[in-house]
């Protein structure tokens, strides 16, 4: 069983940065990847990056590239997400996820252990 638990949340002006973590624990080496997704109020949950473990190989929506940047530190068990150039509409609860082997990564559905997520808020 695997376990993750975000942190780096808050409120930031636009334009600004934040440093989202996730801290996995347990059976972390049977999970071929992480991905962070974001879900706004009324909007669907939506995928922002993903990182594999064992290569490192990273995956951006479109909407972040440039922006966000995704890394892992295997030593830690830990997955950041690095946001810069923060606009008001990336404010959302941003849920890390472990996959499922073979998932596509930028699909929610092929991720089955799911963060209690953090909450990211950008002023204007």
């Known amino acids: 069983q695997v376990q993750l638990v975000e942190s780096g949340g808050g409120l930031v002006q636009a334009g600004g940065s934040l440093r989202l973590s996730c801290v996995a624990s347990?059976?972390?080496?049977?999970?071929?990847?992480v991905g962070w997704f974001r879900q706004a109020p009324g909007k669907e949950r939506e995928f922002v990056a993903a990182v594999t473990w064992s290569t490192g190989n990273t995956y951006y929506a479109d909407s972040v590239t440039g922006r966000f940047t995704i890394s892992r530190d295997n030593a830690r068990n830990t997955v950041y997400l690095q946001m810069n150039s923060l606009k008001p509409e990336d404010t959302a609860v941003y849920y890390c996820a472990a996959s499922m082997p073979f998932a596509r990564l930028s699909d929610a559905i092929g991720y089955d252990v799911w963060g209690q997520g953090t909450q990211v808020t950008v002023s204007s």
């Open positions: 347990g059976r972390t080496s049977v999970r071929s990847a």
